[in-house]
């Protein structure tokens, strides 16, 4: 379905001029909020949604279809959330799960750093002892709608190791520089975001002090990667929603251009991406609906396979329009630059390799001596 079909609403218009512009604005965040988006994964005795992951599932898929730039913002928004409501005390719980609902505050993610990607728990940004407050100083860098964020979710080291902590954005101490010209997803504004002895309550860690990577990171990851995995499969819909109109309308050599078999094969390979692709993220989705440990390796799988198929899915459809998918006229070049930056978010399609790897090791290995 579309995000019309869906929610009754639509972004498609407005998606390139988003990209142009880079920025979404604020009020695009209030509407989905007012639509039960923003608060979707968060259970109901939480003052959320309370959605099956199936739903909200679909939701994602029906964004990522018409703006990757958005459903990049609601991936951190979701994985912020997320975090205080499985890691956060009752206080803290209190105190920011009702405005996430409502889009009052929108939440941000901030583990990435100049020279730390995957290796996250490597984080440089340091946490020091400062009485009742942390005293943060560091520098976090391609994150996510950070001028639109009002609070941070920062991963930085403490004595104990890493450690999880809510930051907002207006602090003193707290800078966000633009990052422009991106690659993709350039509507959602990656941005520097430095920090110079921000004074942040200790009462505003999320999770045990030490596991903020282990534990707080980790499942933060999943959620993000669930939310890529679904707006991933969008986006192959959206580039086959494209290919067929352009290959239907345009003529080459006297005939339609979808009645050339090399462009059929293309066709015929992005539907089939996008029925796997749509299969996975619901298999994990209904292994997150029923509790099962499974649901990560399920994501992740999920997630590897919808980036790199929208990846492929892009790269057909700018075949298929030629010169025109190289140039602004024609939606497929956005869809081309946001589809590679999928491959790379929330932990690398590599670290998704290895992850599934080690799954396959234990799980299909046969036993010694059988």
């Not at 951190?76 to 105190?95: I, K, L, N, P, Y």
Request: hydrophobic share 45%; net charge neutral.
């Amino acid at each position: 379905m579309t995000l019309q079909d869906y929610l009754g609403v639509s972004v498609a218009p407005c998606a390139e001029a988003w990209d142009r512009e880079e920025r979404v604005p604020r009020r695009v965040l209030t509407e989905l909020a007012g639509l039960g988006v923003l608060g979707a994964h968060i259970s109901a005795a939480q003052g959320g949604r309370g959605r099956p992951a199936t739903e909200w599932g679909e939701m994602l898929e029906a964004v990522g279809a018409e703006s990757m730039s958005l459903l990049s913002i609601l991936t951190v928004h979701a994985m912020c959330s997320f975090a205080v409501a499985r890691w956060g005390d009752a206080a803290t719980q209190e105190e920011y799960l009702a405005d996430f609902v409502s889009g009052r505050k929108i939440g941000g993610f901030a583990l990435t750093e100049p020279a730390v990607g995957s290796d996250a728990k490597a984080v440089a940004t340091r946490f020091v002892d400062a009485g009742e407050n942390w005293s943060v100083s560091g520098c976090k860098k391609w994150i996510s709608a950070a001028e639109l964020v009002d609070v941070f979710l920062v991963f930085g080291q403490t004595e104990d190791g890493p450690t999880a902590l809510l930051v907002p954005r207006l602090t003193r101490g707290l800078s966000v520089v633009p990052i422009s010209g991106s690659l993709g997803f350039r509507a959602a504004r990656t941005c520097e975001v430095k920090f110079d002895h921000v004074l942040v309550p200790k009462r505003w860690t999320i999770g045990p002090q030490g596991q903020g990577f282990g534990w707080v990171a980790s499942s933060a990851l999943d959620v993000g990667r669930f939310c890529i995995a679904c707006g991933s499969t969008g986006l192959i819909r959206a580039c086959i929603r494209a290919s067929s109109a352009y290959a239907r309308d345009r003529r080459q050599f006297g005939v339609p251009l979808g009645e050339h078999q090399l462009i059929q094969a293309m066709l015929a390979e992005m539907t089939t991406d996008y029925k796997a692709a749509r299969a996975l993220w619901r298999a994990a989705a209904k292994e997150r609906e029923d509790l099962q440990p499974g649901s990560i390796v399920e994501t992740t799988t999920a997630k590897y396979f919808a980036s790199t198929a929208s990846s492929r899915a892009s790269n057909h459809a700018v075949q298929i329009h030629g010169a025109n998918g190289c140039g602004p006229d024609f939606p497929v070049q956005r869809y081309f630059r946001d589809a590679r930056v999928t491959e790379i978010i929330e932990g690398s399609n590599q670290m998704q390799q290895l992850m599934i790897a080690r799954d396959a090791l234990a799980a299909f290995a046969p036993k010694r001596g059988k």
